[in-house]
């Protein structure tokens, strides 16, 4: 297709304001000889006069089939370093050099009427300035590498500061000439993704960015980016369009395989160089062990955020980092994640899917590690056997994946392996604390059992003073007798005959051997009732107001000929109860939790419990068995434990820790307040994974 004359003359025109304010900007730097200007110049010129020529070029894959990255593995160490300092410069260029960049590109989609033009392909773009200096260096052979690369650094400073004004005057240019922008909604390009794009993932994906932290957080970091800067595509050698998006991805796989080839994103002793290889991804002090790594950046693998590959990194980038940043993670549990970056990151750019399916094995694998060590100590060894284990796995992982799912998923088989082994273990080491807890439930099913006795004697209709003292105070010092002492102790079942004896000496005692049998018993009843009174802290002065009452009614009760009950003998003090015996009485609240502890043998419960006993809590909580909760312990501390037991009638749960020491019997009403405050969740139904997407959503929404 042939470019109109008035279009061609823009053209031209262009092309030489091009070249005249890039070697200005060239000779303003101070820092190149006039030969060296030339080169860079002559490699400018090229790239575009190929951008605009290959509007009338056939397809670029039939002219370029050939072009693979088996000759990109015969490039040198040197010529690999120089390569990824100008893909960097690339990309820093197009997100530095602001709107009227992405004019210009407009305005040649008019000027050649070529609605797929890539943004990568600006005639007068950075690539346009890569290759130049490409051209450039070509020409100095003899140049060292270390030279090299501190030429690029200080020419650089120069580009960033002054190619803005550049590409201004550029844009003025051609609005001046009539060169109207196109409209961005019929620009169409093989290297970029569209908003759309990011937020689906996949034309045939039906999950929406709201629905996944993954693709909200992709999408959010999508909003943030320039929407001038297009994604680096480097052109070179006349290669164009798709083909060199293929390759720049070709070439990222290879360095991805280099790192991966020399241990990870941690370099290994033996390796001093690789730190160079990749600048700015590792820390300052990677010299001192043990070094914390980096997550891996787009920007620092050389590929532009905006385009597709460096969206998807940049994405696993802050998700890797937002776990690197969890301080509930054990740090082993880091290391053997990042030790799986690169190998994950190659294939979620092969796996379109992977940014939708929640169920992806390399996802959930991750999620599976994170389950192996719940309740595990922050600083633990990596020498601890489930530790061990993890590492082994990640690095069959690694050594043995070929680019599929099917390492993943065997990875996958040999973590739940792990983690079924590890819940028999747990579940066997519970089991002898099972008969404690159940000891506790048989505290609560005789009180239980005391209180509707109680209750029964209550219905009977007895005067106020009588009953708030029964209802409030004898029935907590029952619960404390059964929880010392047991149910078929002397102890318990004389306390809980007390009262019944007591209403019997207030009824009436006509005959002569009911009195003698009450003068016989009462000592016995006062006594027992001081004691419970004591212990229940009854203030002295209700003590003495209830006995004084207690007096006045077996007093009446001696009388010859008294034929009233008890209810209506005190029918006043039914209306007007005693003010003393009132402020006296314990408070019907539960109270707070008391902790405690049960031992047998060698064997120590520690229980999180009320005072007395409380009626179980016959909501279903939103845990189960074999739940990994955190939970609040007496002291305010937190623990991750694992539930191992509830019980079938109380719903008093058994959580189980060996790692901390931990055997604990928790009430339900207490686990109940705990997880609707927020004091404890349920560790084992977030997703590692998506829970780490989640909080770098909200870190993102707040920058």
């Keep these: 297709m042939s470019t109109p004359p008035d279009s061609f003359t823009v053209i031209s025109a262009c092309r030489a304001l091009f070249q005249q304010r890039f070697g200005t900007l060239l000779q303003e730097i101070g820092l190149l000889s006039g030969p060296a200007i030339q080169a860079i110049l002559r490699g400018a010129g090229d790239y575009f006069d190929e951008i605009i020529a290959s509007s009338r070029r056939g397809s670029f894959q039939d002219e370029f089939g050939g072009l693979t990255a088996s000759h990109l593995t015969l490039m040198g160490e040197d010529d690999l370093e120089l390569e990824i300092r100008l893909d960097n410069l690339s990309a820093r260029l197009f997100q530095e050099t602001g709107g009227d960049l ?12 070529r609605a797929d033009l890539s943004k990568s392909h600006n005639p007068v773009g950075p690539n346009a300035i890569i290759r130049g200096l490409e051209e450039m260096f070509e020409a100095a052979d003899a140049i060292t590498l270390d030279k090299k ?63 996944n932290a993954l693709l909200a957080l992709k999408q959010a970091l999508f909003s943030q ?11 070179g050698s006349g290669t164009v369009g798709s083909l060199m998006s293929q390759a720049a991805l070709e070439r990222l796989n290879f360095r991805l395989d280099e ?29 001192s062990p043990p070094q914390r790594p980096k997550s891996l950046s787009a920007a620092e693998l050389g590929i532009p955020a905006t385009a597709p590959e460096g969206l998807a990194i940049d994405t696993l980038a802050t998700i890797f980092g937002s776990i690197l940043d969890n301080p509930k993670l054990p740090d082993a549990l880091k290391s053997i994640i990042s030790s799986l970056q690169i190998i994950i990151l190659k294939l979620a750019m092969r796996d379109a899917v992977f940014f939708t399916d929640a169920a992806h094995p390399a996802r959930l694998l991750l999620d599976r590690m994170g389950v192996a060590t719940f309740g595990l100590p922050l ?90 003292f029964i209802d409030n105070t004898w029935r907590r010092v029952l619960q404390l007798v059964l929880s010392e002492h047991g149910q078929h102790s002397s102890q318990w079942q004389a306390n809980n005959k007390v009262i019944e004896e007591l209403l019997w000496s207030f009824e009436p005692k006509a005959a002569a051997e009911d009195r003698q049998a009450l003068a016989k018993r009462l000592p016995e009843i006062l006594k027992l009732l001081k004691a419970g009174m004591e212990r229940g802290g009854m203030s002295a002065e209700a003590q003495a107001a209830f006995f004084d009452i207690s ?78 909760l955190e939970i609040r312990l007496a002291d305010g501390k937190t623990c991750i434990a694992y539930l191992s037991y509830l019980s079938p009638t109380t719903r008093r749960a058994l959580f189980y820790n060996p790692d901390f020491g931990l055997a604990l019997a928790m009430h339900p009403a207490i686990l109940e307040k705990q997880l609707k405050e927020g004091a404890a969740r349920v560790c084992s139904s977030t997703s590692l994974f998506d829970a780490a997407a989640d909080r770098a959503l909200r870190r993102t929404a707040k920058v």
């Design 551 to 628: 007096f006045s009614l077996q007093t009446q009760a001696l009388r010859t000929g008294q034929g009233a009950g008890v209810a209506e003998s005190l029918g006043s003090l039914e209306a007007k109860p005693s003010d003393a015996i009132e402020t006296g009485f314990l408070p019907k609240s539960i109270g707070r939790p008391v902790a405690g502890e049960l031992r047998v043998g060698e064997l120590c419960l520690n229980t999180l419990d009320f005072a007395t006993s409380q009626p179980a809590v016959h909501r279903n909580l939103p845990c189960e068995l074999g739940d990994w």
């Design 102 to 113: 992405w004019k210009i590109h407009l305005r040649f989609v008019t000027l050649l009427k």
């Design 149 to 211: 690369l501190e030429m690029l650094g200080r020419i650089e400073i120069g580009l960033q500061k002054n190619l803005p004004v550049v590409y201004a005057e550029i844009n003025n240019f051609l609005a001046d000439q009539g060169a109207e922008t196109a409209q961005p909604n019929i620009v169409s390009s093989t290297d970029h993704v569209r908003p759309e794009a990011v937020a689906s993932a996949t034309a045939s994906s039906t999950v929406t960015a709201t629905d």
């Design 259 to 287: 790192l991966d080839r020399l241990g990870g994103i941690v370099p290994a002793t033996n390796s001093p160089r690789l730190e160079t290889l990749i600048p700015g991804l590792f820390s300052e002090e990677n010299a």
């Design 225 to 235: 980016l320039p929407p001038v800067a297009p994604p680096k595509g480097k052109v």
């Design 379 to 468: 600083d633990v060894s990596a020498r601890h056997p489930i530790c061990k284990r993890l590492f082994e796995i990640a690095g069959q992982l690694r050594s043995s994946f070929k680019g599929d799912l099917a390492t993943f998923n065997t990875a996958l088989t040999q973590v739940d392996a792990l983690v079924a082994a590890r819940t028999t273990d747990l579940a066997n080491g519970a089991k002898p604390y099972i008969p404690l807890l159940e000891q506790l439930d048989q505290r609560d099913r005789a009180a239980i059992e005391a209180g509707l006795a109680l209750d029964k004697l209550i219905e009977r209709g007895v005067p106020a003073p009588i009953r708030e």
